[in-house]
């Protein structure tokens, strides 16, 4: 039985209950009694009480069923050394998972003459549109037949528990309906429940990002000094070779942190005054007509993947500048196809949407009554504009500015193709230089293994890079709380 067919049945019990109990409320009003709760609360009082139970153990049941096939899995896999272990067995796993949902679709009489071999099987599971990334070996057939049999037994046990508790739910629920019965307060108190639970949910997805981090920053940190890597000048993460005495490179973040600001810096310069000016045009100058048209066109450009302005800085913006450069110095393209302008001006581009449309929406929330006492002070528009819209509407545009900083910050794809991957450290702007993120995803690219310097050093620029961007929300949003104005 599957998960969707248990959780159907669940729903249908559970809606029966909800008009059960909603008619049994509505037969039993009357008389000198005053109902506690309108008839559709005990209705769903008793959905609650007949679905809650049933989906949650659904959750637990599923999650458990999960662990205990991958650990019946291991118990058969061959045994490894401590070195591949981890390695081996992820892709064993994955393997016998692949082959057990191939072993699913095929027929009875096809299970009942199920080849031995893999290499029998292949060809067979390939009829059933079962593609496997990598070969497979003999053994692997009987742990995926085991695999399914268990899938099947606990599918069948946690559907006919989970329906019971449906059932049991919904009989519960029905014995409490009577007229002084508190369901508005037992519906309110559940539904109180999701939305904490809910909002703890991105609390705790936090904490697990931070803690994940963590751990594998201070394995790293027992390998390499945290004065070297935090003020380290060269970034050269390099594999120990035969006969280099076990040297792991220099983890220097100076070079990476010097790019991530300098592009993001660009970037800015680039996307406040454009967006700055264009939200000011939009809110203050901008007809209706006007502004219903400009503003989702302008829009459009942040709904743009960023690896799409990644090509556009490779193929136009890129090479635009090398030529110009050339031609400007008689031959010498001074500016190279990927620097730090190259970024900065396409991030710049990505940014301006952000930008105006945070400043456009403070600039806008400022009261009209200011601008008519400026205006009937004798105040022209522009006057108007600059001495009191821009000084009400300040402090939340500093915060959005400061906002958009942290995200240009966290930007990848636009460094990879336009400002390259050489951690350099210098303050010409039209050189290559490179960020925080794209060593992240170089350090993790390839089939590494998470116990050597190398690939740990991820974690602790990930780990630095998270409370960079903590600080500047922080602070962006302290600047929005000390200097807002409130107004009635």
């Known amino acids: 039985m599957s998960i969707f067919m248990v959780l159907v049945i669940v729903m249908a019990i559970a809606t029966a209950g909800y008009f059960i109990g909603r008619q049994r409320a509505v037969s039993k009003e009357g008389g000198n009694v005053k109902p506690h709760s309108l008839p559709h609360y005990h209705g769903w009082w008793v959905f609650l009480a007949s679905a809650l139970p049933a989906v949650l153990f659904i959750a ?21 050394t401590a070195d591949t272990v981890i390695a081996s067995q992820s892709l064993e796993l994955g393997m016998v998972s692949g082959i057990a949902r191939g072993l699913d679709r095929l027929s009875d009489a096809e299970r009942a003459n199920l080849p031995q071999t893999f290499a029998e099987l292949q060809p067979l599971l390939a009829s059933k549109g079962v593609a496997l990334a990598t070969e497979g070996q003999d053994y692997m057939i009987p742990i995926a037949v085991e695999w399914n049999r268990n899938t099947a037994w606990a599918s069948s046990v946690g559907g006919i528990v989970a329906i019971v508790l449906a059932l049991a739910g919904a009989v519960f629920g029905l014995s409490g309906v009577n007229v002084r019965a508190r369901a508005r307060n037992n519906v309110e108190r559940i539904i109180l429940g999701a939305l904490i ?33 935090f003020f380290g000048t060269v970034w050269d ?6 006969g280099s005495g076990g040297s792991q490179g220099q983890f220097g973040l100076v070079p990476l942190l010097a790019g991530t600001l300098y592009i993001a810096f660009v970037a800015m310069l680039f996307a406040v005054p454009v967006g700055l000016f264009a939200a000011i045009y939009m809110a203050e100058y901008a007809s209706r007509s006007v502004r219903s048209v400009v503003k989702p066109l302008l829009e459009v450009l942040a709904g743009i993947p960023t690896i799409v302005y990644g090509f556009f800085a490779l ?4 090479p635009f500048l090398r030529d110009l450069s050339a031609a400007l110095s008689g031959g010498y393209a001074f500016i190279q196809a990927q620097s730090v302008l190259t970024a900065g001006i396409v991030m710049g581009v990505m940014l301006i949407p952000f930008v105006s449309s945070l400043s456009d929406d403070i600039i806008t929330a400022v009261p009209g009554s200011l601008r008519d006492g400026s205006l009937g002070l004798g105040s022209t528009k522009s006057e108007t504009i600059r001495r009191v819209v821009l000084p009400a509407a300040l402090p939340g545009i500093v915060g959005a500015l400061l906002l958009t900083a942290s995200r240009a910050i966290g930007e990848t794809m636009i460094v990879v193709l336009a400002a390259g991957v050489a951690a350099n450290l210098n303050i010409n702007p039209f050189e290559a230089m490179t960020t925080i993120t794209v060593k992240i995803v170089n350090q993790l690219t390839g089939d590494l293994e998470f116990n050597s310097p190398q690939t740990l050093v991820a974690f602790a620029l990930g780990l630095t890079l998270f409370f960079i961007t903590l600080a500047m929300n922080i602070f962006a949003l302290y600047i929005v709380r000390k200097y807002r104005e409130q107004y009635e």
């Open 60 to 80: 637990v049941w599923a999650a458990a069923t999960g662990v205990y096939l991958e650990r019946s899995a291991i118990a058969e896999l061959p045994t490894r």
């Open 197 to 229: 639970a809910a909002s703890g949910i991105a609390i705790l997805t936090t904490i697990g990002i931070i803690l994940s981090m963590l751990f594998q920053t201070i394995t790293f940190f027992q390998s390499v000094s945290p004065s070297t890597f």
């Open 237 to 242: 993460p390099r594999f120990a070779a035969a």
């Open 315 to 318: 193929v136009t913006v890129g």
